[in-house]
């Protein structure tokens, strides 16, 4: 069945980066568009970017434009999301989406941007 892991959260001060990473298996990797979302508990998903099938095509909303960075490498199923001048407002549980809204997601992992 699909399955989408995702790592590299943690806590960071603002201004900080990470590297989150999102492996795929269940299907064929290569083949989807692939997403980056993010939730703040309660409160609703919130695209974060978007990167086509053979990535050369990427998406950002402003408020992490210019900051984030997707990509992926289909040879090891991998996607990543690099994060720079990170802000206390980023903080969330960021998850590896097969579309949007996530209806197909991972588990998450927690980014926590705080001085």
């Known amino acids: 069945q699909v399955q989408l892991v995702e790592s590299g959260g943690g806590l960071v001060q603002p201004g900080g980066s990470l590297r989150l990473s999102c492996v795929a298996s269940g299907f064929t990797f290569k083949h989807y568009y692939m997403y980056w979302i993010r939730q703040r508990p309660g409160e609703d998903v919130e695209w974060v970017s978007e990167?086509?099938?053979?990535?050369?095509?990427?998406e950002y909303p402003d408020s992490v434009k210019g900051r984030f960075t997707i990509s992926r490498d289909n040879a090891m199923n991998t996607m990543y999301l690099d994060m720079n001048n990170l802000k206390p407002e980023d903080t969330a549980l960021y998850y590896c989406a097969r579309d949007r809204r996530g209806t197909i997601r991972g588990r998450g992992t927690q980014v926590t941007v705080s001085s």
């Open positions: 990167i086509s099938a053979l990535g050369s095509t990427t």
